[in-house]
Nanobody, 114 residues
Framework: QVHVVESGGGLVQPGGSLRLSCAAS??????MGWFRQAPGKQRELVAR???????NYVDSVKGRFTISRDNAKNTVYLQMNSLKPGDTSVYYC??????????WGQGTQVTVSS
């Protein structure tokens, strides 16, 4: 059975940092990544990383966010620096198995506010 579990959200002031973690288990995973969804907005892909470390970011987070992964632990991280109020969202981890099955985490709230 596949499990995808996020951790690390919370409240931070503008300009601050947070690190999200996502542990996946129960399969072998290729791409892993993070989506986010703010109230009243569509879910958007924030960043993704392949099993060999190739990365993609949405333009709005380039230079501020860094995605990384530990393949031995099936864990993906999202280091978020210089956070802005516009980054406030529920952040969801996503993991693709080698058979292209998609699994989502339950989401973790990130709130950027003074």
């Amino acid at each position: 059975q596949v499990h995808v579990v996020e951790s690390g959200g919370g409240l931070v002031q503008p300009g601050g940092s947070l690190r999200l973690s996502c542990a996946a288990s129960g399969s072998v995973f290729g791409l892993m990544g993070w989506f986010r969804q703010a109230p009243g907005k569509q879910r958007e892909l924030v960043a993704r990383i392949s099993s060999i470390g190739l990365t993609n970011y949405v333009d709005s987070v380039k230079g501020r966010f860094t995605i990384s992964r530990d393949n031995a632990k099936n864990t993906v991280y999202l280091q978020m620096n210089s956070l802005k109020p516009g980054d406030t969202s529920v952040y969801y981890c996503i993991a693709w198995t080698l058979r292209n099955e998609i699994y989502w985490g339950q989401g973790t709230q990130v709130t950027v506010s003074s």
